[in-house]
């Protein structure tokens, strides 16, 4: 069990660009969740997976915001087109499946849009 | 809809001192609560949580909270506190069906003075 791995740690952008995020969950888990954490404030939730399907989606992901599970395992977050306010910590973690009483969570990955 | 309220932004203690960090939930059903701490550049990690049964719950790194459902709170407590302990906390509710949905307040951000 090595944890929730995320890649990049840290990634700088300039306005306009596209970033891809990934994530891999500890390996039995079958729920994967993404969040946005900004500056001063707790981790809002954006999505999540219960194998490949997408289950749920927040008011939050916008239509420049997409992401997959292909195959139940690892996951990926893409921005399209980023705006200033895309600025954030992207966390993501896993759990169980519906009996799960916790997730884990990722170190996560810092998007700053300059 | 779910809320979670945590009162104090900032909180400064002595090394040694004991803690109480205040938090306030919404929730329409039975919650799964839960308090994490967040290192500066960090995920998440979990403190502790209940989700039913004894109404006072230990957590690692001698952490304790109280569940009081007449006052819908959940604070977090320490004897004693140690410099290591300076961080972010965030308490969070989630849903006994998805506890990695989670709504999660704002922090509450602990200085440790020596």
């Known amino acids: 069990d090595t944890g929730v791995s995320q890649d990049p740690r840290h990634k700088i952008t300039k306005r306009g660009q596209n970033v891809t995020f990934r994530c891999d969950p500890i390996?039995?888990?079958?729920?994967l969740y993404w969040y946005r954490q900004t500056l001063g404030q707790g981790p809002e939730f954006l999505t999540y997976?219960?194998?490949?399907?997408?289950?749920?989606k927040s008011r939050l992901l916008s239509d420049r915001f997409s992401a997959e599970r292909p195959k139940g395992s690892f996951s990926t977050l893409e921005i399209q087109r980023t705006e200033q306010g895309d600025s954030a910590m992207y966390l993501c973690a896993s759990s169980r499946g519906q009996g799960a009483t916790e997730a884990f969570f990722g170190q996560g990955t810092r998007l700053t849009v300059v | 809809a779910q809320s979670v309220t945590q009162p104090d932004i900032h909180i400064t203690v002595s090394e040694g001192a004991s803690l109480e960090l205040r938090c306030n939930y919404s929730y329409g059903a039975t919650p799964y609560l839960f308090w994490y701490v967040q290192s500066p550049g960090q995920g998440l990690q979990l403190l502790l949580k209940y989700f039913s049964g004894d109404t006072l719950v230990q957590g690692i790194k001698g952490f304790e909270a109280e569940f009081k459902r007449s006052q819908s709170s959940f604070n977090l407590r320490k004897p004693s506190v140690h410099w290591s302990d300076a961080a972010e906390y965030f308490c969070?509710?989630?849903?006994?069906?998805?506890?990695?949905?989670?709504?999660f307040g704002d922090g509450t951000t602990l200085t440790v003075k020596p």
């Open positions: 969070a509710v989630g849903a006994k069906t998805n506890a990695g949905k989670s709504t």
């Open positions: 997976f219960q194998n490949e399907a997408q289950l749920e």
């Open positions: 390996s039995e888990h079958n729920r």
